[in-house]
């Protein structure tokens, strides 16, 4: 994922959906690096699920914040 830099010129809306997606970018990047460890191999089976399905979701959520933010600036 990348980090946007709202800049002051741009308008309002934009700098929260940025900010947004750095917000999301780095729950996602800590939720990643949980399930890669050894506290989630031990979690129960459905919990691990769950949170599979929760980094998925994020995932998708950010990409399309990611693509939202690409169109500010075509």
Known sequence: FFFFFPGSGL???HRRVMLE???LS???DKLN???DGT???ALPEDERELLVGQR???G???QHLHN???KFFE
């Open 11 to 13: 308008p309002e809306y």
């Open 21 to 23: 997606y750095n917000e």
């Open 26 to 28: 780095d729950k996602l």
């Open 33 to 35: 690096r949980f399930v």
């Open 39 to 41: 506290v989630f191999a």
């Open 56 to 58: 998925d979701a994020m």
């Open 60 to 62: 998708v959520y950010a």
């Open 68 to 70: 939202r933010i690409a």
